[in-house]
T-cell receptor, first 117, second 117 residues
Framework: NAGVMQNPRHLVRRRGQEARLRCSPVKGHSHVYWYRQLPEEGLKFMVYLQKENIIDESGMPKERFSAEFPKEGPSILRIQQVVRGDSAAYFC???????????????FGPGTRLTVL | AQTVTQSQPEMSVQEAETVTLSCTYDTSESDYYLFWYKQPPSRQMILVIRQEAYKQQNATENRFSVNFQKAAKSFSLKISDSQLGDAAMYFCAYRSPARGSNYKLTFGKGTLLTVNP
C-alpha cells in the first residue's frame, strides 16, 4: 500500500516565482490536511480539504496561498510570488474520514522542502 | 484555542537507558486526543503513540509509553531501552474531537533527542 506521496521533495524558487506542491493521499482517503513547518518550529495547520471542497483554511495566509483537491488527481498547494519567508517544509496528511475517532488518523507524507532564493 | 508546550528543546540519553520527554497542553475541552510523533532526519512524520483523554490507562507501544495526567494537562513520553534509531525530533500534538475544529492537529515546538552510544 502506498502511503501519502508528495512531490517534489525539494523545490527551489527565486523570489517572485510560483511554487506548486503536490500531494497524493493514501488510496481511498478523501480528506487532506496541509501543514507548514518553519525552521526550528513545530508543524502548523494551514488548510483542510475534502474532494473538491475547502473545509477550513483558517491557517492559510490571506494572500498568495491557495489550495485545491480536485475530484481527480492530487491536492495542490500553490504559492504565488514566493518570498524568502515562505521557505519551509510543507507537509500533507490524509485521513480516511473527518470524524473524531482515533481511527481517522492522519497519515503524513514526507514533506516538500521549499527554498526561496 | 488549544496550545501545546514542550519545554525541553533538546534532550540526550545513553543507549539502553530511559528518557522522558515532557509535554503540557492547555484546553477547556474534556475529551480530546493526544499524540507523540517522531521526525527523524528524513523529516518523515511517524506516529509513535496516541492517547484518548477519556481513557485513564496510559498508552503503551513496545518501548514507548506515556504518563497522561489529565488534571495537570501533562502528557510525557517515556522511551525505555533507548536505541540509536530513536534519535529524532519528537513532537507532541493535540486534536480536538469537536466537529468545528475540523480535527486538525496542534503541535508543540518539538524536542530534539540525541542518543549517545
Amino acid at each position: 500500500n502506498a502511503g501519502v506521496m508528495q512531490n517534489p521533495r525539494h523545490l527551489v524558487r527565486r523570489r517572485g516565482q510560483e511554487a506548486r506542491l503536490r500531494c497524493s493521499p493514501v488510496k481511498g482517503h478523501s480528506h487532506v490536511y496541509w501543514y507548514r513547518q518553519l525552521p526550528e518550529e513545530g508543524l502548523k495547520f494551514m488548510v483542510y480539504l475534502q474532494k473538491e471542497n475547502i473545509i477550513d483554511e483558517s491557517g492559510m495566509p490571506k494572500e498568495r496561498f491557495s489550495a485545491e483537491f480536485p475530484k481527480e488527481g492530487p491536492s495542490i498547494l500553490r504559492i504565488q510570488q514566493v518570498v524568502r519567508g515562505d521557505s519551509a517544509a510543507y507537509f500533507c496528511a490524509s485521513s480516511l474520514a473527518g470524524g473524531a475517532s482515533s481511527y481517522n488518523e492522519q497519515f503524513f507524507g514526507p514533506g516538500t522542502r521549499l527554498t526561496v532564493l | 484555542a488549544q496550545t501545546v508546550t514542550q519545554s525541553q528543546p533538546e534532550m540526550s540519553v545513553q543507549e539502553a537507558e530511559t528518557v522522558t520527554l515532557s509535554c503540557t497542553y492547555d484546553t477547556s475541552e474534556s475529551d480530546y486526543y493526544l499524540f507523540w510523533y517522531k521526525q527523524p532526519p528524513s523529516r518523515q512524520m511517524i506516529l509513535v503513540i496516541r492517547q484518548e483523554a477519556y481513557k485513564q490507562q496510559n498508552a503503551t507501544e513496545n518501548r514507548f509509553s506515556v504518563n497522561f495526567q489529565k488534571a495537570a494537562k501533562s502528557f510525557s513520553l517515556k522511551i525505555s531501552d533507548s536505541q540509536l534509531g530513536d534519535a529524532a525530533m519528537y513532537f507532541c500534538a493535540y486534536r480536538s474531537p469537536a466537529r468545528g475544529s475540523n480535527y486538525k492537529l496542534t503541535f508543540g515546538k518539538g524536542t530534539l533527542l540525541t542518543v549517545n552510544p
